[in-house]
């Protein structure tokens, strides 16, 4: 289910759908996009068993890769693209099988072509399972024009 906010504009959700629809990782990971604009993403997914690792708990990569994603489709939405150029997790609670994950990124500042931004990853309970902090950088360069396929 995607949420386009009401101050987003068309080029926002177009730019954002045409990432998701290439970006075959977030597909597998079963993300949902709930809601973005420039500078905020929320997104959802839930955790099967493919992706537990040799203790019984989620691998750390799964909490990681959504806030990553969250980070990337937020501070993509604008209108140049943007690349992580440094990314830290910290892991204050396990996460399980089945649990329901929310990654929510926001930006924090920019400093010219840097941005900083942090994510929360909570599971169904509201407990946080992971912190995310990134720092990235803001090409020159256009989002290609979204096909519409």
């Known amino acids: 289910m995607t949420h386009i906010t009401p101050h ?6 177009d730019t954002v759908a045409a990432m998701l629809e290439r970006d075959a990782f977030s597909r597998w990971l ?15 997914m839930h ?18 890769s959504l806030a990553d994603s969250a980070m990337a489709f937020a501070c993509n939405a604008g209108t140049n693209v943007t690349v992580a150029v440094d990314n830290q997790m910290t892991y204050p609670a396990a996460v399980h099988e089945n649990d329901e994950l929310v990654a929510t990124a ?3 500042t920019t ?4 941005g900083f931004y942090r994510a929360t990853v909570r599971n169904q309970h509201g407990t ?3 912190l995310f902090r990134g720092t990235v950088y803001r ?6 024009p979204f ?3």
């Open 139 to 144: 090409t020159r360069r256009p989002h290609p």
């Open 8 to 13: 987003d504009s068309p080029r926002t959700s």
């Open 106 to 108: 926001d930006e924090e």
């Open 147 to 149: 096909s519409g396929s």
């Open 30 to 44: 079963g993300i949902d996009l709930v809601a973005v604009r420039p500078g905020h993403c929320t997104l959802r």
């Open 111 to 114: 400093t010219g072509r840097l």
């Open 47 to 64: 955790v099967r068993a493919d992706m537990m690792n040799g203790f019984g708990v989620s691998h750390g990569g799964v909490a990681y």
């Open 128 to 130: 946080v399972v992971a």
